[in-house]
């Protein structure tokens, strides 16, 4: 089992910066790809970014490939989210999630922080 649990949630102003965090506890953390998504009201969770287990590897949605940022501290069981330039379509609750490889399903997740941009 692993334990997720995200913070750094708030309200920004557009154009504003956030930076989420996702603490994991529970079995070994660097074995685990991580990922982001994220749910708007009224649509379908969606894929944000995800990061290999030593962080060499990361994918991001076009839609925040050049704002967001996505990076792993195994020391500290954390992987991180940097939100820059952030618009009102980014509002969504934001989830961490951890899988065994990039070709597996994600078996984690956590409760989730919601992040409101403010136009």
């Known amino acids: 089992q692993v334990q997720l649990v995200e913070s750094g949630g708030g309200l920004v102003q557009a154009g504003g910066s956030l930076r989420l965090s996702c603490a994991a506890s529970?079995?070994?953390?660097?074995?685990?790809?991580m990922g982001w998504f994220r749910q708007a009201p009224g649509k379908e969770r969606e894929f944000v970014a995800s990061?290999?287990?030593?962080?060499?590897?990361?994918y991001r949605a076009d839609s925040v490939k050049s704002r967001f940022t996505i990076s792993r501290d195994n020391a500290k069981n954390t992987v991180y989210l940097q939100m820059n330039g952030l618009k009102p379509e980014d509002t969504a609750v934001y989830y961490c999630a951890a899988r065994a490889n990039f070709k597996t399903l994600y078996e984690y997740w956590g409760q989730g922080t919601q992040v409101t941009v403010s136009s």
């Open positions: 990061i290999s287990w030593s962080g060499g590897t990361a």
């Open positions: 529970g079995r070994t953390f660097n074995n685990y790809v």
